[in-house]
């Protein structure tokens, strides 16, 4: 069922939802978050017909452990935060979907009667539009046409997944105007994975999708791609005394396809030397055993990335088992190991197309000697330029910030917040309490 959209302007403005807010952002961020929600319904009501509708939302995701484990069938940690994409959308006549986004000007418009993918729309957000109601028919659940006002609020190229959260974003949309909020968050994962593949004409996995979709920490297994294993974890950062963090180096994602392509190939190539399809089932005894073969057919890199997989998938499983224990100790003694492998033998924080530019290095480096061997830090996500991710003692954070910013700009260091589910869609007060 839906509610009146005048009812959620009320609500938001008059602190109805403050609560919600505050789960999903923050208290600190609770007055910014009721201006942005307002702001967005004040906007639907004055470009859309619509009544009735929905407020839904989607966080964007960091990978906690697994660094480039998921292709080669591995384990990652991973988890939603506080930043998102909120939408709020209305069912319309004809067949069209029209998407207005804060910020930028236009109508998006995609019809329904063509949901194939579309040569010239590669790379923009219409095929993600268009993929993800394409993959809901798919599976048999119905869409129809609708307005909606989007707000994307995770940052690009922060290594926080904007793509995805947009994706799952306008799922949930789908799934709430017309599934009646039937869809399994793995499935708008798998649905938003498929549009960014196919319509979108971007190669991703399948993580960050089932990161923003499912929320809270999670422990993934990719052993079946097709149907991973996905396991909460409950976990509270809150009280550990020390604040998650990325720091965005600046660093352009331009021209590197190939050496994010490498990285998998080079893994799966010395697999296949030992019998193997994928990376995942190898053991360290049999790498090294098989070391020589390995230089000779695969390459010094191939074999040192394998390394890398082997023990930073067992990694990531003991990562997940310190959090469900509480050993925050034990945590970031594994975030530490993991960012040296990365650095060491993943080899994926300088791109070898431009290797005097290494911002993640020198970030790596001011962090670790600004920290003292406290805390943790460790490259975010694919690497070779972005971002790198940081645990800082919470009594030092406002120091860390100032210092990295004023190596970075300002703004570069952006704290997080874990973001657990069951605020997916929000709703006035009364409305849960009418049980509809």
Avoid at 179 to 201: K, M, Q, S, W, Y
Avoid at 216 to 224: E, H, R
Wanted: glycine share 12%; net charge negative.
């Amino acid at each position: 069922m839906m509610d009146r959209l005048d009812a959620l302007l009320a609500a938001v403005e008059g602190r109805e939802l403050d609560g919600v807010l505050a789960t999903l952002y923050g208290p600190g961020d609770l007055a910014a978050q009721r201006a942005r929600h307002a702001d967005l319904l004040r906007t639907m009501a004055a470009w859309s017909p619509g009544v009735e509708g929905v407020l839904v939302n989607a966080p964007g995701r960091t990978e906690l452990g697994g660094n480039h484990t998921d292709h080669n069938n591995g384990v990652v940690l991973a988890a939603a935060v506080q930043f998102d994409c909120v939408a709020v959308a209305s069912p319309v006549p004809g067949n069209v979907v029209r998407v207005r986004s804060a910020g930028f000007p236009g109508v998006m418009e995609v019809d329904l009667d063509d949901l194939s993918p579309r040569a010239g729309e590669a790379g923009m957000p219409s095929a993600l539009v268009r993929g993800v109601a394409a993959g809901l028919r798919e599976m048999g659940h119905p869409v129809a046409a609708c307005d909606v006002c989007v707000d994307g609020r995770v940052p690009v190229g922060s290594g926080l997944s904007s793509s995805a959260s947009f994706e799952v974003c306008i799922g949930q949309v789908f799934n709430a105007l017309f599934c009646g909020g039937t869809v399994p968050p793995v499935d708008l994962a798998r649905i938003g994975r498929r549009a960014e593949n196919i319509h979108f004409g971007k190669p991703c996995g399948f993580m960050d999708q089932i990161a923003c979709a499912v929320q809270g920490v999670l422990s993934i297994d990719f052993k079946d791609q097709a149907d991973p294993l996905v396991r909460g974890v409950d976990f509270d950062f809150a009280g550990t005394g020390y604040q998650l963090a990325v720091v965005d180096t600046g660093g352009s994602h331009a021209d590197l396809t190939p050496e994010y392509a490498a990285i998998p190939d080079e893994m799966v190539r010395a697999a296949w030397v030992l019998g193997r399809a994928s990376a995942r089932g190898l053991t360290l005894a049999e790498v090294l055993a098989a070391a020589p073969r390995l230089r000779r057919e695969a390459g010094d890199r191939a074999v040192l990335r394998l390394i890398h997989f082997i023990e930073e998938n067992e990694r990531a499983q003991a990562q997940a088992r310190a959090l469900r224990s509480g050993d925050m100790d034990g945590f970031l003694a594994l975030v530490r190991a993991s960012g040296d492998s990365s650095w060491r033998l993943l080899q994926n924080c300088v791109a070898t197309v431009r290797p005097l530019e290494q911002g993640i290095p020198l970030a790596l480096t001011l962090t670790e000697r600004f920290l003292g061997g406290a805390g943790a830090c460790r490259v975010q996500g694919g690497g070779f330029a972005g971002t790198i991710q940081a645990y800082v003692p919470t009594d030092r954070f406002e120091e860390y910030g100032r210092f990295m910013d004023g190596v970075f700009g300002q703004g570069a260091v952006v704290p997080l917040k874990v973001r657990r589910p069951g605020h997916e869609r929000i709703r006035p007060v009364a409305a849960h309490g009418r049980g509809v």
